[in-house]
Each structure stands twice: as C-alpha cells, then as structure tokens.
C-alpha cells in the first residue's frame, strides 16, 4: 500500500471510525445507531410472530429490509419520498442489497414462521450509507432474534445465524485503491465498489461499478482484498458491541 | 394541584425531563434532537437563499416545515408512508401545525427572501411528538437564521425572529387536569389539548379536542394555566440551549 | 358588542342565513343541503350494515367522514385532487375533524355493529365550510340512525345520538370578535377559531389560530362566548329541520 | 312507435322530465344545474384569460371537460377517486367526451387565447349523466363565453358559438328502442346508445355498444331517429333557458 | 367508390397489408403479433382457472383487456405510464374497449369459471391501433379457449366463443370516406368511426366522432359500409390464422 | 471446464443463440430486436437535440435507459406497473444498470447537447433480460449516434462511442460455473453475476449475489473467465449487426 494520506488523515487501508450504540431505540426488538466517520445510521429491527400470507405454512420465516435517507442528511436537502409518492430507483436498490445481505446468514427454516422487518434510516450521510447500514443492520437483527427466543417464537435450541455479515466500500482515486470511502472521496472515485463479506470471510455480494474508466481484473482484486479485510475489522466490531457486557 | 402521582413519578404539572442536543446535525444550517422523556425528534433547519416562484419580488421570505415518524418510532412497525404512496392525514395536520407555530413568530420581511424548510423527523415516539417537534424546531430555526445573518443573506440589523415559540400537550386524565402527556396517559386522555405559546406568553395555538366526554370551560380553563406554565418551562429551556457557551 | 356593522349588514353576534335542505338525495339512507350564507355542502350518510374487518366482533358502529370540495366551489378553479392523485393536508384535516365531532356525540355500542360514512362535499365556498359541513352532517347522521332502526339494523330501544352537534367559526376581525365569518372575513382575521358545541353545551373541538398576531386569554375567552351562542342557535335549527313535520 | 309503457309511465319517445337552473353558482362564469328526471349534474364553466403554454401564441382557445360523480351520487356509496389516488376509466372517459362534443361547436380561433374548463360533478345519478352533463355543461359554457365578451376577453364581434349542442341516451330495452333511459332502463338494455347531435342536427359523436346481443342496422337507425328527435326538444330546453329574461 | 389514390397506393375500401403471427409468444396461452401496414400489436392471452373474488360461485367465466403502447412506438417518444404512475385517459377508454368487444362473442357460462386476461402491446404505431389489438386479440383468445379445453378447464363440448370479432377504422378524408387509416391520413380526417363487427356481420360497437365538422346521416352509412366490408375481409383472415395447419 | 450437458444441450462455456435484427422498428433512431435464446428484448433509441434543463449550457450530451416487461413476458402474467401506480425495485434497479452501462462507453462531450434515451422493452423473458437488454441496447444506441451524426446534430469528426459494451450473466449452478444462464438454470445457481464488459475486455460492472451459499475468490474468478470470454462473443455478434451490409 502506498504512502498516500487521505484528507482525514487515513492510510488507504483505513476505516473511518466506528461506533455502535447498541439498543439506541427503546420499542423495537433489536436496534443499533452506527457511525462510519460522518455517516450515521439508525437500524431497528421489527419482529413479528408470523409470516406474510403468501409463506405460511411452510415452517420458514421472512427477513426483509426498508433503507431510507431523511431529507437533511445531505449537504442539500433532498425532498421525501413520501411527499413525491414514489420511492426513488436507488432507495429500492440498497433496500433490496440489505435485505439479501441479511438473509444469506439467516437460516429461515431455524427462524421458524417469524418475520422480522430491519428499518435503516440514515440521519446523516457522508459517503457508504449502505455499508453502514448492512453492518448496523446486522447488530440489530442479531438481537430481534435474541428476543424472539426469549419469547419463545424461536425453538431454544435453532440457530438462526449462520454467520454473520458486514459490508464496506472500496474505490479507486487518483489510482490509488482506496478502503472506505467518504463522501468527498466517493464523487472522485473512478471505480466504486461495495462489497458485503460473512464472518467467515466469504462473499455476498460483489458489486462494482466503473464511474470513469473501466477497470482491469488486477484493480478488482486489489479492491476485494482491502474489502475483505475490511470487513473483518467490522466484524470484530459487530462481536464486541454484541457482547454481553455490552447490554 | 392535587397528590396525583404519576406513572413516572411526575406531578400533575411537570413536564417530562427535557433535553435539547442543539447542532446534532453537521450539515444543516440549524439542527437540535429534543427529547420530551422517550419523545425523542430529530429536527432540521435548511436554509436556502430564494424564496418559491409565487413568492419571488415580495421581500418576503417562506418557512415551512415537514413531520414525519420513522416507521419504528412506536410500539408496532407502521408501513412508510414512502412505501404507500400517500402522507396520511396525521402527518399532513401536524406538518402544517409546525408551520403556522413557527410563522407566527417570524418577521417574513425582516427575514428576506429566503426560504428556510424545517423538518422535524420522530425517532421514537412516547406521546407528545408534535409539541416536542414544535419546541426543538424553534431552536433549529433561530441557528439557521443566525446562519443566514452570517453569510448575509439577512441583513445584519434585521430581527427575523420576534419573538419565541414552544408547544406542549395538556389532558384530563381520570378527572385529573396533566402537563406534558407520556403515551400511557394519552390514550386514557378524555380531553387532549396542544397549546402553542410564544416566549411573551400568547397563544399561537389552542387545539383541544374531546376524546372521551365534551369537556366544559372549567376544565378548559383548568388545562390552558397548565399549559402556559409548563410552555413558560420549555421557553427558559430553549433559552439555555441558544446560550453561546452551548455551541 | 360593539355598533360594528359588518359587509353583509350582519351584528358580529349575528349568524348568516342558514338553511337545510333535509333529505336532499334521493339516494342515501340521510341527506341535508346545507347553507351557511354563500356556503354551501351537500351532506349524506350512507348506512351500511356490518363494520370494517378490524372492529368485526366488538359490538360496536363505525362513523367517518370524507370533505371535499368541488374545483369551483371557490372564486378560482382549484385542481381536482382526484386528477393530482392525491388528497391535501386541509382536505385531510378537515375529514378527520368531521369524524370525531359527529363520534363525540354517537353511543357506538348503541349503533351496533353498523357502519355509517358521511360525505360533505362542498358546492359553493363562502368561509365556514367545515363548520357548515359538521352542522350538516349532525341531520344527516340523525336520518340515516333514524333509517337504520327503521330497518331494524339498529335496536328499537337503542339511542345511539347521545346529543347533538353543531359548530361555527368565530374570528377577531379589526380587534373585533366576530361570528361566522364571511371569506371576505376570515382572510381579514387576526384570530381564527372553529368551535364545535354539542346541543347541552360542552366542547367538542377548540381549534384557534393566529392568523396574525398571538391572542391572549381574554379574546380567547370573547370568542368562546361567541362560539357558544351561535352553536345554540345551530342546534335550535337542526332540530327544526329534524321535526316531523319538515320530511 | 309502439304501445309500451315504461315503469315511469313515459312513451318510449319520451325525455324524462328535464330542469335547467342556469347561473345556479354564484362564482363560476357560467353555470347549470341541470336534471334529467332523477339524474342532477352541476356544471359549472371557468373562464381564464390566456391558453396552457404548449398553445400560446397560436391565437386560437382551449375548452377542457371535467367528469365526477359525488361518492354517493348513486344507490351504493362509491370510493372517492380523489382517496383512492387514481381516476377510473369510465370517468376519463366521459370527460374525453365531453370536452369532444363542446369543442365541435366551438370556433377556438373566434374564442381567442382563453382558456375555459369544464366542471360537471354529478349531484345524483339515476342514468345518463354524460348525455345530461353534455346538455347542462353546453349553458354554462355559453354563459362563461359572453362573461368572456362582457369583460372583453372576447372580441365583441366574435362568435366562438358556431352551433349548440346537446346529447341524449337511447336503447334498445326488450326489442324496444327507447329514448332517454333511466338506470333501471339502462342495466336491462340490450344496445346502448349515446348520441351527440348540434343544434341543426348533425352528428358530433355516435357511441353505440351492444350489451347483450349485437345489433343490426336497422336497430342502429332507429336508435339515431329517437335520439336525433330527443336532441332537438333539448335544443329548445337550452334555448328557453339561455333566453334574456332568464336571467 | 372514387377514383382516388391514397398516399400509400391503397383504393378507398382497401385495408392496408395485414399480417397474423399466431402463437408468437412461448409462454402465453394464446398469442398473435399483428400487424395493420406500419402498425405492429402483439397481443397475448392468460388463461387461469378460477374467477375473480366478486364472481366466484357463478358458474361464469371472466374475459378482461389491458391496452398499453411502448415509449416509441410513435414518431416521438412518449413517457411511459409506469412512470408517470398512472393510466391515461386514452390508455383506459382504449382497454374498456377491447374488453367489451371480445366478451361479446363470449358466452361466459360456456367458458366455466375461468379468467382471461387479453394483453394487447402495441410495439409500432401507425394508426388502427385499437382495432388491430381487437382483431389480434380474438385470435390469442381463440387460442387460449382452446388450451382451457385441452387441460380440461372447459367442458369438452362447450362453445364458450359464440361468433368471431374484428374491427377496423373509417374516416371521411377530403369529403371521401376511406377504410383502415393510416396515422397520416387520420389526423387529417374529418370524421373518425371505429367500429367493431362479429364474424356474421351484426355491430358490436360502433364509436363516430367529429374530428372537424359535425357529419349527417348520409356520411355515417357510407363509413359503416365501408367498415362492414373491411371486417368481413378480417375475419377471413382471422379464419386463415386459426386453420389447424397454421399451428 | 466439465463434460456436463445443460438442459438445452449447451456446455458450460457456451453462449445460447443469440440473433440481433437490427432496425426492426421503423419509427426509432436506432432500434435492435435482440434474442438470448428464447428471450427477446426490443431496444429502441430516441435521439433528441438538446439535453434536460439542468444539463442545458455544459457541452455534455445525456444517456438514460428504461426497461420493462410486458405483463406476459414471463410464464405466469404479472400486473402491470402502470396499472400498480408504481415501478418495482427490481425495474428501477435495472434501468439504472442499463444507464451506466451505456454511459461507460460515451463520451458525452463528443456527444455534444443530445440526448438519447434507450428503452429496452422485454417481450419475452427466459433468464438474462438485463443482460440481453445491454448488449441490444449498444447497438440501438450506436445507430442512434450515426443518426444524429448524419442530421448534424453531432460534429463530423466527434466520436462519441468510444468504445462497445456487452453483458451476459454468470452463475454457479450444482457447483459449476456456467455462461448466459436460462431460466431453468437461473433459479437454481447458488451464486449469480452479471457482468458488463466493453469491447476491449475491461469490466464496467460486476455484481454477483449470493442466492444460496457465499462463494470464495475462487469461484469468483472462474465466473470472471467465463463471462469476459462470453462478452468477447457478444461483442463480435454487435459488430456483424452493425456492420454497413446490414442495413
């Protein structure tokens, strides 16, 4: 990696600072508010007992996700989707992203008929909102489960985790591949990359987007190599703010 | 006032703690997240030089303001109103409510033609959301004109703001006349009133509205002198949070 | 009261003419074209035996209520709302305040598990329509219960009207309370209140604004006064148009 | 013409009973309500100065329809278009009827850059409201034109007027080709017929739909005789109704 | 007939050069891609046993149409639908149409409870589009009766399609009635009929509007004259498509 | 690669029939009829002078893509979104995807103030549609470029294209890597991708999904091999489209 510092100070393979506040939201059955740098994002997750109609009776729960940004998070204000009457291409898009990033790690069959819907609603954005989110969200999802075992809608003994999940952004700027990006960083990438890694370290989602020039296989793996290690710095991260003390 | 106690401890005519976290946002010209006890509002102010096309070659300026709830702000998931389509009419009332609160305490001349869109976001939801929202939207508000004073946009020796504004709920509970209505109370209210008070002690709003039994002037008396006590309250409250040394 | 004369020569204690048509529509179970001056609003109950699925079961009616204007009820055409494909905030507003006036006053245990929806759509503007939509509902409502027993969808021995309702504006116009207020009126006033009285007397609804500057609690209570006179002369009506004689 | 009596005890060449209350709005430029025995539709015509943007400059006008029924305009109450965000097909169709047959009697160039919009909201529906609306929205349209003149909008020596125009419903009902149908009429016709004819009898549209069993030519003329008749009574009913001392 | 000669060549009474590509679609039921000279509609039929909820237990079946054109289908691209999120007026009317025409060849009690939805994309637009999809669409629809009988979903000897449908436009061009318009002599035409004719000749729906000036009796057989012969030609060529060795 | 046989008799490396009949709409700029085995995408490009509003005055052109299916494209019919009100998620994030493929290839500068808008319309859906939609829509938009090149909308020696872009899908099927996935074999792969490449063999997009277990490095990269050698067929197929002896 080369000597480059970032306008924050970082080295290229650098997290912003993470923070995760654990059960910030006193109603919903799991809940975290996650900082990456400037980036803040507040994941709840909502269980439900049951699944949609069209599900029932076949012994497996439901895991979906609904990402959205509140008008001020960015530098402009941004009109609500709400008073547009239609939610935007990219809004869907990283709902969907997390959605299927959390249910790689979900066993639904060990879920059993439990629905569980993750909100992740950004305060304020500052470059990877979605990254932030799948890492938050899976904080939250990982004590809506907690809670429905407690309650006993999950059997004691099923393990609904498999594994667990985290995501980060990697780019290339100025040529240089770059972990993390913040905002300022991210309108100047010449490839943008998010890539979403299991604890284990395997691959869910690979999803890389030439914004100047196409890139060539050894910039591809450049990147996922500084996304996978990335990914297990925030999954050491996820550990901790799960850990029991933490509660 | 009578013994009552009350499911928090409170007396009849105490507010909730109050607290206000003035310049939450990094990038709203003015922000605060107030929280009315689990009431917690994320409130914004974007300032925009420019008024609306109707509006333009009047020297006025436009304020106007936004609510919304996020869907996990309460006991049970509500659907994003994104996602329906369509702003209820809950919302639609309050937003407007937030408005007409804030307007009355503003010299549109003095403030120019600017445009300054207020939103008031509900991060969790424990009764009293648009009260909360009223109260930490003015202390938005008044950063953002300091703001819009700073890049000259407003002229220097203009008074946009003339003079202050909060809001708090009052209701009869069991017979009994209550400031600042936790949720527990406010479903069990026969009569729920938001009163809207400047920091002079006028009215700006009076909502009241029968939920159980039609109440009579007595009682609404009773529920007025509550309220421009416990308004007074959040007046020195903002008060504190503008202070200089806050910032 | 002062010598105050207003445009249309009324005293400000003075109600406009008001007139019900009772039983205008041939087709609902309860109708009244009311006027209040140049306002006019068609009113219709329409009786459905059986309740929305959520109440199924609980004994007990359901009463709401839809407001909407004609596009050239007013003195400009104004879109229809069916063509921008959604309902504004005032619109809104006004339909939930219908609905829980005319609830304020209904036994829904008494109703039984009946279902009645009232329609006042507005067919000529003059300032008041909601207050003249309410009165109008209240005989509207009245035949449609009346139908219903006669039915025997309702008990015989049942009451479900346990009062009456009817509301009126009152405004501080020129420092001046006012009754009632014309358009021309109420785009004038400082204060603007609707005020919703059942026929014993008591409060329904108090909704004041300022328009322009805050009030205090003495114009508050003036305008009350005013509220509570003209909400008896409603109801002196409405009970004339519902005495036999008039079907 | 056979013997048949219909269950309103008309001939099969008879119109119901026809009523026209011109200028029955006291804001638009023109107005009519106007009755088609049980069928009631409020038309009312705006009159603006100058033409949507895509026509300035063209020197000719612009004449729009708008249909809509009240919700409970018929015998069970109907969702509101305006709540349910959408506007059904039947109802767009209608209005693009209207506005054809209006615009076939107009001389747009002689109407100059004015717009005018046509409102007809149907009060009560008991069959033919499009033909009752074309009929009724035909006066209001030639009050809001010489409105136009008055206010010298209108060159005073232009007759944007070429013609009137009226419309009228028949059908055949049990082999029975019959005029002007009423709804219970209307749901037992084999073919239905809406026919659009000016004042000099000419065609402006010819809808005809077979309900049941598909019709032959002969039928088809039939039809057109008792509408082209039915049409030339409506034609004098709009001119007794247009005529000075009317007014 | 004149003598004259069309921009394309044709003589009056001539339909332009039809196409039928049955079974165009693997995976519909029934299917067909035609084509009216440049105009090109690819029409599909779903068959599914059952009914719609409102029709269950009737013992009939249900035959429905849809209507849509792609962006560029015509000269100049329009928006879709999808995106504007709502139905033109055109799009409706146009669909409605459709429908009715196909379910009057249908005996809905022979066709047993099952839905067929008729999907008519127009993927080239030069005119006729309507009466194309119409004749288009009773092929797919054919089809699909067929496949319902193979799999037993109709009675083996139930002959739920009673006659065959088709329809084409007439217009009076130059004074001149011609048949089957193409776009560039339809938006000259002065009078525009579409009109819908069964297998054995009997009208199902016949739609004549004034474009330019109002027409008489005269013009009106002349069109459908023209239209009865087009149709005639059609469902000999519907009957060619549907001959087991096209299959 | 393996010794397995597809369901169509295809190895793992190959590509399904592919065929482009290009020009296939008469009315567009450019316009390509592309097949990926049994699905068939219709792509049309509409060239306009001039840019939107908020592009006007930079001397760049702009490219955007819309895709969508018609209801029965696929084996069982879905409602239309016209119909819904609303675009679905997973359109929305196709059309994006189209978007940025095409964008990658132009230089907009060289493209000067135009714009060209691509709808890919799929009107028949066998697995691949995004990827179909890409390589169809590169030469629709090719031929939309040499339009307005020959109209003089773009300069002479301007070369907006500068270089191809194709896309085919990718997937892991039984733990096997395959090419251009059908239907069948697409809802059976563990691991999913699409990738777009240019001509010169550089990645504008890779986004690869874990449906069933994560995948590993290795399994990434096998996929890469397959999809940049399939790309590097796709791209000489658009060549032989495009070349003059097609036209």
């Known amino acids: 990696m080369s000597e480059i510092t970032r306008a924050d100070g970082r080295s290229p393979g650098d997290l912003r600072p993470i923070t995760i506040e654990r059960g910030w939201s006193a109603q919903a059955e799991g809940s975290a508010l996650i900082s990456f740098g400037g980036t803040r994002v507040l994941c709840t997750a909502s269980f ?3 699944v949609p109609r069209w599900l029932t009776g076949k012994g497996k729960g439901w895991i979906t996700a609904e990402y959205a940004m509140l008008p001020r998070a960015t530098n402009d204000r941004n ?3 709400s008073v547009k009457g239609r939610i935007g291409g ?3 898009e990283i709902s969907r992203l997390i959605g299927r990033a959390l249910r790689a790690v979900v066993d ?3 879920l059993g008929e439990n629905t569980i819907v993750i909100d992740c609603d ?3 954005a500052d470059g990877g909102t979605r990254t932030a989110a799948i890492t938050g969200a899976y904080v939250a999802l990982a004590d809506a489960i907690e809670w429905g075992r407690a309650k006993k809608f999950i059997a004691q003994r099923a393990t609904p985790l498999i594994d667990s999940v985290s995501a980060v952004s990697v780019g290339i700027v100025d040529g240089e591949p770059l972990l993390d990006l913040a905002y300022v960083e991210d309108v100047r990438a ?3 990359m998010n890539v979403v890694v299991t604890g284990r370290g395997f691959f869910v989602e690979v999803q890389g987007t030439a914004e100047g020039a196409p890139f060539d296989k050894r910039e591809l793996d450049a990147l996922l190599d500084l996304a996978v290690a990335g990914c297990a710095d925030l999954r050491d991260i996820q550990t901790a703010a799960l850990a029991p003390n933490e509660d």
Chains 1, 2, 3, 4, 5, 6 share one sequence.
């Open 190 to 192: 010449e490839t943008d």
């Open 48 to 50: 439900t007992n049951g």
């Open 108 to 110: 639904t069959k060990a």
């Open 79 to 81: 009109d609500r989707e």
């Open 122 to 124: 950004v305060l304020q």
């Open 90 to 92: 990219r809004t869907h």
